[in-house]
């Protein structure tokens, strides 16, 4: 991709999952409708509030034992969309191995900024090693989150509460977006792209597996690349993952389903 000599159409599309995935409705409609279901089934800690914010809340699944590790997974949608209910499907995998999960809300842009944003969900963190206990979870934290859930996983992998990181199909370079439609919310800033995009700050020293899967747009795909080249040259861990013919929807199913491949990975990180 020669960016500088691109369109703004070709641009937009670039970073437009919807469009390049002609049934992303339907699939959508069909994770949402299992996250129904499984919040149904487990209602007994949801909608706890850890801040002042409409969306400053978190769904919480426990485990039958306290000391079970806990998934912490956060949503995509670019940071202007979507909401955590619409994402519980995503922990049954490594709920069903014994796990605990929580899902945690935030404000979407242009309602909040992404330096907010980040902000959020370290708030979100401190809330739930303090709070948590008392929810039946006291595990061990593995911080997981798709898309732009992806980019938050890798900027909170550094929260003293978590062990380490699975980022799924995530944007790790600001840079580009703010050529696209994605920035007429979120108004990125020139200091917001160097203090917000993964690959220009120091990297963490946790275990993080990066994934894509290999049907996604090329520049998804070129971040999570870059991310985990970048990683590897200074020896931290955490592998590389590419998920054969999975889109940015279906790679999903990774992590819904009990023998998914990203089920296993988070298995591996403990």
Not at 125 to 145: E, M, Q, R, T, Y
Not at 215 to 235: F, G, I, K, M, N
Request: hydrophobic letters at 45%; a negative charge.
């Amino acid at each position: 991709m020669d960016w500088g000599t691109m369109s703004r159409a070709e641009r937009d599309a670039a970073y437009n999952n919807s469009q390049a995935v002609t049934n992303s409705a339907e699939l959508n409609a069909a994770r949402e409708a299992a996250s129904a279901a499984f919040r149904k089934a487990h209602p007994g800690h949801l909608d706890l509030r850890y801040g002042p914010r409409e969306r400053n809340v978190w769904d919480l699944f426990p485990a039958k034992t306290a000391n079970a590790p806990c998934l912490v997974f956060i949503h995509g949608g670019y940071w202007q969309r979507n909401s955590r209910d619409q994402f519980a499907s995503l922990v049954a995998g490594v709920h069903a191995h014994g796990w605990a999960a929580a899902l945690p809300g935030y404000t979407l842009a242009p309602d909040a900024s992404l330096g907010e944003i980040v902000a959020e969900i370290h708030a979100a963190l401190d809330w739930l090693a303090a709070n948590g206990p008392s929810h039946g979870i006291a595990g061990k934290v593995i911080l997981s989150g798709w898309s732009a859930g992806g980019h938050l996983t890798a900027m909170c992998l550094g929260h003293p509460s978590v062990s380490a990181g699975l980022a799924v199909s995530g944007v790790f370079e600001l840079g580009p977006i703010r050529d696209t439609y994605l920035d007429e919310k979120l108004r990125l800033s020139d200091q917001e792209i160097v203090q917000l995009s993964p690959l220009r700050l120091p990297m963490v020293q946790k275990p993080l597996a990066i994934t894509y899967g290999t049907a996604e747009l090329p520049p998804l795909v070129a971040d999570s690349r870059t991310l985990h080249e970048r990683r590897s040259a200074q020896h931290l861990p955490g592998p590389l993952i590419a998920v054969a013919g999975a889109d940015h929807f279906t790679i999903t199913h990774e992590l819904r389903d009990k023998d998914g491949i990203l089920t296993r990975q988070l298995m591996l990180l403990l």
